[in-house]
T-cell receptor
Framework: GAVVSQHPSRVICKSGTSVKIECRSL??????MFWYRQFPKQSLMLMAT?????????EQGVEKDKFLINHASLTLSTLTVTSAHPEDSSFYIC???????????FGPGTRLTVL | AQSVTQPDIHITVSEGASLELRCNYS??????LFWYVQSPGQGLQLLLK??????LVQGIKGFEAEFKRSQSSFNLRKPSVHWSDAAEYFC???????????FGAGTQVVVTP
């Protein structure tokens, strides 16, 4: 099946710094990528949808200036958490949907801890 | 408003016993329904999906789910669980066939010997 990777798998940063998370589709071209946030023992909450070459669409309540999403190629989307604060600590998951495969494939997630 | 409810946060089941995970949804139109499994260190994996047609859906790993429109439910079942089925299970509703997904809170399944 199609594989989606995320890097890094874990990151710890200081409050006020920015962190970039990469999401790659390894063996297919992803026209659409989704970013989710998952709090401990809770569900995945959709943050934004990104289509290659266009601006991301953010869900209500998600700060677009804090969570910058770039989908510059058909295999890579990045999420940058700007000026991170402890409340941004969470598990961030991406998923990708391809040109030839309608199914949405999920990455393994990135654990962000902001000190 | 669209919502997905998984009433059971945690279920413990003996290996070899049957398993049923509940999912109820609230959605105005005909829903697209999914079940995913999440294991530590791995991405969510699609177990099965329902778009239309036969209301009993067969999935991978021996799982099946039944769509019941009258009860707004899409419960997941497995006749005989294996220790490897221990994981977090999520029900999800899609706004279209493969677009934005709304997830339930998840059910943690523990399998005992």
């Amino acid at each position: 099946g199609a594989v989606v990777s995320q890097h890094p798998s874990r990151v710890i940063c200081k409050s006020g710094t920015s962190v970039k998370i990469e999401c790659r589709s390894l063996d297919f071209q992803a026209t659409t990528m989704f970013w989710y946030r998952q709090f401990p023992k809770q569900s995945l909450m959709l943050m934004a949808t990104s289509n290659e070459g266009s601006k991301a669409t953010y869900e209500q309540g998600v700060e677009k200036d804090k969570f910058l999403i770039n989908h510059a190629s058909l295999t890579l989307s990045t999420l940058t958490v700007t000026s991170a604060h402890p409340e941004d600590s969470s598990f961030y998951i991406c998923s990708a949907r391809g040109l030839t495969t309608d199914e949405q494939f999920f990455g393994p997630g990135t654990r962000l801890t902001v000190l | 408003a669209q919502s997905v409810t998984q009433p059971d946060i945690h279920i413990t089941v003996s290996e070899g016993a049957s398993l049923e995970l509940r999912c109820n949804y609230s959605y105005g139109a005909t829903p697209y329904l999914f079940w995913y499994v999440q294991s530590p260190g791995q991405g969510l994996q699609l177990l099965l999906k329902y778009f239309s047609g036969d209301t009993l859906v067969q999935g991978i790993k021996g799982f099946e789910a039944e769509f019941k429109r009258s009860q707004s439910s899409f419960n997941l079942r497995k006749p005989s669980v294996h220790w490897s089925d221990a994981a977090e299970y999520f029900c999800a509703v899609g706004r279209d066939s493969w677009g934005k997904l709304q997830f339930g809170a998840g059910t943690q399944v523990v399998v005992t010997p």
